[in-house]
């Protein structure tokens, strides 16, 4: 690959993170994905999180691996798939941070706040969205708020604070969300990407049943047999009927990994590393 000596490490397999290994794994860098063992993933189906439950996943040509070994995934990434690694903690670095074994981590796991990222972890440490400040516990955040500035690298500072609000879709903006209505383990009677009517039940957690908020297409779904929390988001429905959206990344998500490349790309350039 074109910068195969810069391996990047992203922490999570969200369909934001896949956006993210996307660009870069098109633009040349080997690329290696961290989940959880359990992903509560919604957008299964652009989500390389998908990987730790089906084994492999295809999205837009990019493919994904669940791999078990950190030397199998470095020797996949160079071969320009993407392996798909279960390990909720960083792999060890070595001690010199001019020869750490990834020199770029990413970490998208949109908690919405930051969990352990600190700017120590890699020469260039880039966080996605709320919860990081540049300069501080990384060197650059990805904005992943809509509106003008999504996708800008900022270099000093945070992102905008989240709102707690989904994007508006044809007027539709909490609705679109389906949520878990107890504890319990969820089931679905409909599939991602199947068109549904308002008050059919797409599905259930335990004998509570979930109803669809209005006619639409299933954009995205909690893994069926997830164990699950009551208010947990599990799905999302899109009113616009667009079914091939539903199997193509998001604009949003190519602008968040469009920034993420230009802030590697210009961290390179300013340490003089694209011509070596």
Same mark, same amino acid.
């Given at each position: 690959?074109?910068?195969?000596?810069?391996?990047?490490?992203?922490?999570?397999?969200?369909?934001?993170?896949?956006?993210?290994?996307?660009?870069?794994?098109?633009?040349?860098?080997?690329?290696?994905?961290?989940?959880?063992?359990?992903?509560?993933?919604?957008?299964?189906?652009?989500?390389?999180?998908?990987?730790?439950?089906?084994?492999?996943?295809?999205?837009?040509?990019?493919?994904?691996?669940?791999?078990?070994?950190?030397?199998?995934?470095?020797?996949?990434?160079?071969?320009?798939?993407?392996?798909?690694?279960?390990? =909720?903690?960083?792999?060890?670095?070595?001690?010199?941070?001019?020869?750490?074994? &990834?020199?770029?981590?990413?970490?998208?796991?949109?908690?919405?706040?930051?969990? $352990?990222?600190?700017?120590?972890?890699?020469?260039?440490?880039?966080?996605?969205?709320?919860?990081?400040?540049?300069?501080? $516990?990384?060197?650059?955040?990805?904005?992943?708020?809509?509106?003008?500035?999504?996708?800008?690298?900022?270099?000093?500072?945070?992102?905008?604070?989240?709102?707690?609000?989904?994007?508006?879709?044809?007027?539709?903006?909490?609705?679109?969300?389906?949520?878990?209505?107890? $504890?319990?383990?969820?089931? *679905?009677?409909?599939?991602?990407?199947?068109?549904?009517?308002?008050?059919?039940?797409?599905?259930?957690?335990?004998?509570?049943?979930?109803?669809? =908020? &209005?006619?639409?297409?299933?954009?995205?779904?909690?893994?069926?047999?997830?164990?699950?929390?009551?208010?947990?988001?599990?799905?999302?429905? $899109?009113?616009?009927?667009?079914?091939?959206?539903?199997?193509?990344?998001?604009?949003?998500?190519?602008?968040?990994?469009?920034?993420?490349?230009?802030?590697?790309?210009? *961290?390179?350039?300013?340490?003089?590393?694209?011509?070596?």
């Amino acid at each position: 690959m074109l910068f195969d000596k810069y391996p990047v490490l992203i922490r999570g397999g969200g369909d934001l993170a896949t956006g993210v290994a996307f660009k870069l794994n098109k633009s040349g860098f080997p690329v290696i994905v961290l989940e959880l063992a359990h992903p509560l993933v919604i957008r299964r189906r652009v989500a390389l999180a998908t990987a730790v439950l089906e084994d492999e996943i295809i999205i837009e040509g990019l493919h994904g691996h669940l791999v078990s070994d950190l030397e199998d995934a470095l020797a996949m990434a160079a071969d320009g798939e993407i392996p798909v690694l279960v390990l =909720p903690t960083l792999p060890q670095q070595t001690e010199n941070e001019s020869q750490s074994l &990834f020199p770029v981590i990413v970490d998208a796991r949109m908690a919405k706040r930051n969990i $352990d990222t600190t700017i120590e972890q890699a020469p260039l440490v880039i966080g996605l969205g709320p919860g990081f400040n540049a300069g501080l $516990d990384c060197h650059a955040v990805i904005e992943t708020m809509r509106g003008h500035n999504l996708g800008r690298a900022i270099w000093s500072g945070s992102p905008m604070s989240d709102t707690g609000k989904p994007g508006i879709v044809m007027g539709k903006g909490f609705e679109r969300l389906l949520r878990s209505p107890i $504890d319990g383990t969820i089931q *679905w009677n409909f599939d991602i990407g199947e068109q549904i009517s308002r008050g059919m039940v797409v599905g259930g957690v335990e004998d509570r049943p979930i109803y669809a =908020p &209005f006619d639409g297409v299933i954009r995205g779904l909690i893994a069926p047999g997830t164990i699950v929390s009551a208010g947990l988001k599990v799905g999302d429905v $899109d009113p616009r009927n667009d079914v091939a959206a539903c199997f193509t990344i998001s604009d949003k998500a190519l602008a968040v990994g469009g920034g993420v490349l230009e802030a590697i790309l210009s *961290w390179m350039n300013s340490n003089g590393m694209i011509n070596e």
